[in-house]
Each structure stands twice: as C-alpha cells, then as structure tokens.
C-alpha cells in the first residue's frame, strides 16, 4: 500500500466517520497496515528493545546497583520500558511522519476536515499499541518468571508509560520537521537515543551516578517518565522527587507540542 492509497482510504471514510474516535480508528487501521508490511520498522519495533534488554543485562554487572536498591533483572526491565518509548514510539514514528509527509499523505489528509492534531495522533496510534503491550509484556514476564516484584503503585508505572509516550510521539514530530528523509531518520534519531539511553537512567540508574552528573541527567526528556516508572513498579521513591519527575516531563511534553505546533512540516522537503 502507498501512501497515496492511505492517504485515499482514510480521507474517503471520513465523511462516513464524523466523530473523533471514528476519524482516529480509521486512521490508525490504515497506519497499522502499514507499519504490518514494513518488515524492517515491525523488527525493529518488536524485537529491537527486546534484544537492548538482553545485551545490557551483561554489562550491568560490572555496575554497582545495590546503591539504588535494584537487582540486574529490576534495572534491565524497567530499563526495557524505557527502550520501547524510544524505539516503538519515537524511532518508529520519526520514519512514518517524514514518509507520509514526503509522500503527499499528510496535505491531502489536511484538505479534509481532520485537524491537523488528529492527523498525527492517529499516525501514533499503532505505535501506541504496541508499546503499551510490549511494556505490559515486560511487567508480566519480570513477575512471572523473573521473580520481580509485583508494581508497587500501578498509577505511577502507568503513568509514567502514558507520559512518556506522549512525549516521545511529540519529540518525534519535532525530530521530522528536520529530517529530509526516511533513510537520514537513522541518524536524526540518535542524539535522543544516545542521550536518554546514558543519562536518562535507562539501565544505568541516577543514585549510581556522581551527583553533579546525575543533577544534569535529571533535566533529560525521558528521565522524569523513567523515574515514574521504576517507582510505580519498585517503589522506594520520595514524594517529593516524583512530583518533580512529573513536573520534568510534563514539561518537556509541552514545550514539544509547542514546536509541534510553531514549525512541523506539513510540505514535502524537496
């Protein structure tokens, strides 16, 4: 499917779907299909974060976790969580909104009477989908077969899911307005990988880290979801510092939606 074809079949069933659900189911089908037949963006969004897990779980060894009260298994999901926020969620959708604004789809989705925020929330929303069901994976397995504990307070874990997906959609968004193309995606996506996978406690926690390293790694964009999420699900962490987490990413989130909205492109960059 092209997506010219996408772009036809989402805007020829919207007069049929008037409301906001309908007009974001029918374009998360059509962006579901696509990412289904995309073999190389389906690997990387289902077996990528598994196989990060899997090769950092070695190296944590080498990594004093009893300062941060975690186990190797405790620091490497909770750590995966973070991985699939990068990679199902922002690797993934930086690559759909550059193909879909370079291939007309998204201007000729404008011209029908989908808003623009619609438009790109229902492009997340296959991405979405398997990222809260891989994060769900991740909690039922650690339990399961991991003896991890069971999350301490899901409304932080959730909360911290939800967040950071939100955030890294926006931030992908952001990241496509300066990419030309899918291939240069690779690229334009690695300064946020790199920075989140060292200083935003992904598998290498704050508390191990010295404290001015650690006062500058608390202020990355994905660091406030990841510390929601090692509380909502190992606990152990002061009121005071989630309510800054939280303050972190709400944070970043708006000031991503705000560069959403002043300079996403909707053109082609030819």
């Known amino acids: 499917m092209t997506g010219n074809t996408m772009a036809g079949g989402a805007m020829s069933g919207t007069p049929a779907r008037t409301t906001a659900a309908g007009r974001l189911a029918g374009l998360g089908q059509a962006e579901l299909t696509l990412l289904i037949r995309n073999r190389t963006a389906l690997f990387v969004a289902l077996l990528m974060p598994l196989i990060m897990v899997l090769a950092t779980s070695s190296s944590l060894e080498r990594v004093d976790l009893g300062k941060a009260g975690m186990s190797i298994a405790e620091a490497s999901l909770t750590g995966g969580i973070g991985m699939v926020l990068i990679l199902v969620v922002h690797l993934n959708l930086v690559s759909a909104y550059v193909a879909r604004r370079e291939e007309l789809v998204l201007k000729r989705l404008r011209t029908g009477e989908i808003p623009d925020h619609e438009i790109l929330v229902g492009t997340a929303l296959p991405s979405f989908g398997l990222a809260l069901a891989q994060c769900a994976l991740l909690v039922v397995a650690g339990v399961a077969f991991m003896d991890l504990r069971t999350p301490e307070r899901p409304d932080l874990l959730i909360a911290g899911v939800v967040v950071g997906m939100a955030l890294m959609a926006a931030l992908a968004a952001v990241t496509a307005t300066v990419t030309r193309t ?40 994905l660091t406030g979801a990841m510390i929601l999420v090692r509380a909502g699900w190992l606990g152990g962490a002061a009121s005071g510092d989630v309510a800054t987490a939280a303050l972190t990413a709400l944070v970043w989130t708006l000031v991503s939606v705000f560069a959403v909205q002043r300079w996403f492109r909707w053109e082609p960059r030819r």
Request: negative net charge; charged residues 10%; aromatic residues 4%.
């Open 182 to 221: 899918v291939e240069s995606a690779q690229i334009t996506t690695m300064p946020l990988f790199l920075i989140s996978v060292a200083g935003s406690g992904l598998f290498v926690p704050l508390e191990v880290m010295p404290d001015a390293m650690a006062s500058v790694c608390e202020l990355l964009p």
